[in-house]
């Protein structure tokens, strides 16, 4: 029988599926599951991404042209320039799902064995990507303490040698929720233009910036226009993670040039999620208003009542929906484990995700966890009820670190 | 300012589209262009198939299991199991497009530097997919006299050494149409058991068998279960290209397993299209019956016409809906650049694709080309005169090989 690959081996299993048989056990036993593990937001997708689609006159469902096709690039130009990024539809890709924008990125940059660096923790699939493309990751530890910010360009340098590559972001950040400041922004700047290296930014979360903080993108910061590679999604902008729309955007010929070949290999992005991408384009400003109102207030409800909890420490996020937290246990993966497997309180418990996922090897993040506030705030208050029952009866507790 | 990869500019450029700019001059000059040149089949996609999508109520474009819906899987594990494969849902991964599924195969299966054997001339893309998977395209030919027939047991084994990790077949074959028999199949088989191989077969052109040929698929051939992955897509079967959905499907649980890490690194196909590929499944089989007849009648009209041409060879293939042909000329890619800058008949001319596209190397295939029957029959009778009184304006023309 023939063997599968190493690399395949090598892959790392999803980690936030690795509790889900604990959490289908935990339901068949009528127990309520609070679900914070995943970014699948409740938010409704805007009904005019679906209508678009339903009123679509289609007699054959063809191969758009691999780059996406003109209009779409169009509309998505128009949107990116009302956000000051001054680019064109010949400098966007688009790509099935943000997924595909970054493997993308990977490959058009990254020889064997090259180096991306990545703040950590960081969203968890960048290992595989980088497992699949062979690149290799070069974690650079951000604090629970400063609340995720971006480490000093110091602390950059000592990790930048002959074979980095890029440095990546996701900006707001998923795990932490931590939105980049323009001063973290000049700083990467900075590390790029002395260091030759691509700045690749995951914007999958961008209209979700809170407290009237300011988003900066890399398209921003003049001079770095060939050093920078944008990936995104309709994931979470439009709620549609089901649609596998994205896009990577670089006003770096070379790298545009080099996109569409692997994007050719595979002909097309889907038809109608272009369609259904362009309608989304007209939602209009208040959408966004009304959602970031609700995502902050269930910010503000899960991260104090986290803080209420003795021995959790969460600092207040700038954006996505997610928070990391550090909880008085001895093993943050047990606990999730132990919450689904052993625990409920008044019929009810919660699945939150160990962060170790979202570092590089074992011994990091051990107590830490995410938690995607994407349920709605009455659904939140219950499930911090249930995690600070359960962290009172836990029997692993252990001293917090904070 | 940084460097794309070597692997992206190693990266083979789409060879189909390298004449599109000549064919968008050639219509800017309002000359009717013949498109012969892509497998964009013009048949309509089954009106079932968008009206599921018009009629499900979706509130929320979600991510669906990494694997596929499980509706979706049972369903599809029934048509396959129609066909006799003998399968379940579990043996199925839902990718998305035939293309996405052979980059999991790929990866799941070979090292750096593992070669894959596959009968030339092939689908151009299988290079761009093994270029970025670092795996090692060992081409065996096949011969326009026999009409592209499998080479003999004795001619793989000189290929087959300690690297070599699979056998890749195209059944029923683009570019060449041929339709591999039992015995050739069979073939496959000793090949593979004797020498520890996958067999990876793509049959996105299953259904399209003519003059009442038998498909055989290596899942039909008892004691191969455990090498044998097979990679599919609706593009061609319901004539929807851009939906992007396609499968994987092996009964070797290493294999499922590790595809389905790759999987999870991405979440989730479409979640429409898996509702379109669940309706799409109830497909009464007369509408293949219409459409292989449709086709049979293109093929014999592109055939009989392109074989009375003087010095043009074409076998008469039994499936897909494509077939190579040897053109009395210099150079084909040469000549298919001709046809679109400097000739027209009647106001009219053709695109048709040069066949070196499909072959490893520069210097085979050099007057073969390949033509698709995706046009209607009195459009490729048309197409045809083109053909033929080109070929005789043609100031290349050379002395034809058979």
């Known amino acids: 029988m023939p063997k599968v690959s190493s690399k395949g081996e090598q892959m790392p299993a999803s980690p936030i599926r690795k509790l889900t048989p604990f959490a289908d056990k935990a339901k068949k036993q009528g127990i309520k599951v609070y679900h914070l593990n995943i970014g699948q937001p409740d938010i409704e997708t805007p009904k005019a991404m679906l209508d678009a689609i339903k009123n679509a006159d289609i007699d054959v469902w063809e191969y758009t042209a691999s780059e996406g ?103 707001p950040n998923n795990p932490t929720g931590y939105l980049y400041s323009q001063e973290e922004m000049e700083d990467l700047k900075e590390l790029a233009l002395k260091h030759d290296l691509f700045i690749i930014a995951d914007e999958a979360y961008r209209e979700f910036c809170y407290d009237g903080r300011k988003f900066i993108s890399p398209m921003h910061l003049s001079g770095l226009e060939q050093n920078v590679i944008i990936v995104d999604t309709v994931s979470k902008r439009y709620s549609a993670c089901g649609a596998r729309l994205g896009c990577l955007i670089t006003k770096n010929k070379e790298v545009r040039a080099t996109g569409l070949k692997f994007a050719q ?39 104090e009542a986290l803080n209420k909890m003795e021995g959790v420490f969460c600092p207040v996020p700038g954006g996505a929906f997610y928070v990391v937290a550090s909880l008085p246990v001895d093993n943050a993966e047990n606990f999730c484990r132990w919450i689904l497997e052993e625990f409920s309180y008044e019929g009810q418990t919660v699945m939150i995700a160990p962060a170790t996922g979202f570092y590089v090897g074992d011994d990091k993040g051990l107590n830490q966890v995410r938690l995607a506030y994407v349920i709605n705030q009455d659904d939140i208050k219950k499930a911090m009820i249930c995690l600070e029952k359960a962290l009172e009866a836990y029997p692993g507790r252990g001293a917090s670190l904070k």
């Open 69 to 171: 096709t003109e209009s779409y690039r169009e509309k998505l130009a128009a949107y990116y320039n009302k956000l000051n990024y001054n680019i064109t539809p010949e400098d966007i890709i688009v790509t099935l799902g943000g997924s595909e924008a970054i493997l993308i990125a990977l490959r058009s940059c990254f020889d064997i064995d090259d180096e991306v660096l990545i703040p950590e923790p960081f969203y968890a699939n960048y290992n595989a990507f980088a497992c699949q493309t062979d690149v290799v990751v070069s974690p650079i530890s951000s604090s629970i303490e400063t609340g995720f910010a971006l480490p000093s360009v110091k602390e950059f340098e000592k990790y930048i040698n002959g074979r980095t590559k890029a440095i990546m972001i996701c900006n």
């Open 265 to 303: 290999a595979r002909l097309s992005a889907g038809m109608l999620e272009q369609i259904a991408g362009e309608a989304a384009l007209d939602t209009p400003d208040e959408y966004f208003e009304e959602i970031n109102k609700e995502y902050t207030a269930r910010r503000d409800i899960l991260v």
